[in-house]
């Protein structure tokens, strides 16, 4: 049985997240139509520490245990999804100790992107090839990329010019600004991305799909308890209760998921195939809460004047962002459940 406690330290940082999503919160809209977090958030964002979160303390970070990460990042990406899912995303290049990159993209065997395999290939010290779907982040100037060699996945720093940019077309986080991206040039290699590495990908983005349960469950939770229908509140028809009652038990189980594999991690032990797994159940967790929140809301749902349709959208986008096949084989997850995680947009 695993046991853990937030000390003082990480409640505190779980607070300043939230406390910044709050103020952050109504900007979520402009931020979508401009495709772009405001100036002012994103220093705000870097004032407070928030976008070194993921840093350890010896790269200048708050050295933060994944544990604490997570709960950071899943506090912030509750109170505003769409901007803190924007700021913190390409953050993940920070689990590795790197700054000043264009984003964090993965090529390699074992993707995190969209439905791909091998697609950017190191020989030597060149890098060639194509990443289909990936975030992009803003105007820095190098990228921490994943290359497959012929001895495994290599982390690569790759300067900015030899990365062809695309804006490619997505289900939502326009503010994210999603490309394709043709890769050939020279790389930096700084070492291999293996089991570990991977772990600690999963559990930093699977907090990101738990922020927009959170957010997802209370917003229709709030709906349902103030709209009537017939006369009476929506929330009393069994047919709206027990969906809303489903989402908060898969949310609360996909959590807690993740929390043992992320404890397990940070205690040292091998915990590949348990964050696999949460990084899966997360997801599922996700679509069910933005899904069940559209319905709440009936037509309600699919108009701008309530941020459902925005969540669903974005989740579509997080998960092929997200997806990995390769990974999930390896956690000896049933072979019907990775074809279904391979992507979805």
């Known amino acids: 049985m695993f046991r853990f406690d937030w000390d003082e330290d990480s409640t505190a940082v779980a607070e300043l997240a939230r406390d910044f999503g709050r103020t952050a919160?109504?900007?979520?809209?402009?931020?979508?139509?401009?495709?772009?977090?405001?100036?002012?958030?994103?220093?705000?964002?870097?004032?407070?520490?928030?976008?070194?979160?993921?840093?350890?303390?010896?790269?200048?970070?708050?050295?933060?245990?994944?544990?604490?990460?997570?709960?950071?990042?899943?506090?912030?990406?509750?109170e505003a999804p769409t901007i803190g899912t924007s700021l913190l995303l390409p953050e993940a290049a920070a689990l590795f100790g790197e700054q000043s990159l264009v984003g964090f993209l993965d090529g390699g065997s074992g993707h995190l992107g969209y439905r791909r395999s091998g697609e950017v290939r190191l020989a030597g010290a060149q890098v060639a090839g194509t990443i289909g779907f990936a975030a992009a982040g803003g105007d820095r100037p190098n990228c921490l990329l994943i290359a497959a060699g012929d001895d495994g996945d290599r982390f690569c720093r790759v300067d900015a010019g030899a990365l062809a940019f695309s804006p490619a077309s997505a289900m939502g986080l326009g503010a994210l600004q999603t490309a394709r991206i043709v890769v050939d040039g020279s790389a930096e290699v700084l070492g291999a991305c293996g089991a570990?590495?991977?772990?600690?990908?999963?559990?930093?983005?699977?907090?990101?799909?738990?922020?927009?349960?959170?957010?997802?469950?209370?917003?229709?939770?709030?709906?349902?308890?103030?709209?009537?229908?017939?006369?009476?509140?929506?929330?009393?028809?069994?047919?709206?209760?027990?969906?809303?009652?489903?989402?908060?038990?898969?949310?609360?189980?996909?959590?807690?998921?993740?929390?043992?594999?992320?404890?397990?991690?940070?205690?040292?032990?091998?915990?590949?195939?348990?964050?696999?797994q949460a990084l899966r159940a997360a997801k599922d967790a996700a679509f069910l809460a933005v899904n069940t929140c559209v319905g709440t809301l009936g037509g309600h749902g699919f108009v701008d004047d309530h941020p459902a349709e925005r969540w669903l959208r974005d989740v579509e986008t997080l998960s092929a962002l997200t997806g990995h096949r390769q990974a999930l084989a390896q956690a000896a997850i049933p072979i019907e459940t990775r074809e279904e995680a391979e992507g979805i947009a």
Request: aromatic share 10%; glycine share 8%.
């Open 25 to 78: 919160a109504p900007e979520e809209r402009a931020a979508e139509e401009a495709r772009a977090v405001p100036a002012a958030l994103r220093d705000q964002a870097r004032d407070l520490g928030l976008l070194d979160l993921a840093r350890s303390a010896e790269h200048g970070g708050l050295g933060l245990p994944a544990l604490a990460v997570g709960h950071a990042v899943a506090s912030l990406v509750a």
């Open 196 to 276: 570990r590495e991977r772990t600690a990908l999963f559990l930093y983005f699977a907090p990101f799909f738990h922020g927009y349960s959170r957010a997802a469950l209370a917003y229709a939770r709030d709906y349902a308890a103030q709209r009537k229908a017939f006369g009476r509140l929506i929330g009393s028809f069994q047919g709206i209760a027990f969906p809303l009652a489903e989402v908060a038990m898969e949310s609360e189980a996909a959590e807690l998921l993740w929390q043992e594999a992320a404890w397990r991690h940070d205690r040292g032990e091998d915990a590949f195939a348990p964050a696999a």
